[in-house]
């Protein structure tokens, strides 16, 4: 089974598991190496297990970072 976080990226996969030593941000709390996760900061904010639970799914922020890196984030949601 998949290891996906808020936004839907498998954090088994993600490069930056093994490049920044990254937990996940279910782990970390959405502190991640660049600062914090506005995705999860938001899912916080509104008690939600992810992303794809929210009544505005996909919102244009997890677009636009689909769009940048991951694509495939908002399809693996919708499979939650």
Not at 7 to 31: H, S, V, W, Y
Request: hydrophobic share 20%; aromatic share 8%.
């Amino acid at each position: 089974m998949a290891n996906y976080s808020i936004c839907g990226i498998d954090c088994d996969l993600c490069r930056f598991k093994t490049e920044q030593n990254c937990k996940g941000c279910k782990t970390i709390k959405g502190n991640v190496f660049w600062g914090e996760c506005d995705l999860y900061k938001c899912n916080s904010q509104k008690n939600q297990e992810h992303c794809g639970k929210c009544s505005q799914f996909p919102c244009n922020t997890l677009k636009e970072w689909a769009s940048s890196e991951n694509p495939e984030r908002i399809d693996n949601l919708r499979k939650l």
